[in-house]
């Protein structure tokens, strides 16, 4: 029980740790072919799209909005 105290620290540093990482990651990175795929669809939203449920490009709009601008 004394073990699980001492690491109960741990979980939150190494979460924090990799969200830093990604953030860094995220911002010295180009897009993607995939990635510019998804943005240009979110863009042009249709529920005529067959390769692709509109929920994608509403989660992608959304992270627009909070992100991007």
Request: charge should be negative.
């Amino acid at each position: 029980m004394n073990k699980i105290k001492q690491y109960k620290f741990l979980l939150p540093v190494i979460i924090i740790l990799f969200f830093i990482l990604n953030v860094i990651q995220g911002s010295s990175t180009e897009l993607l072919p995939d990635e510019a795929y998804y943005w240009v669809y979110s863009q042009y939203m249709d529920w005529g799209f067959f390769d692709h449920p509109p929920l994608v490009a509403l989660w992608v709009t959304i992270s627009n909005f909070f992100f991007y601008r």
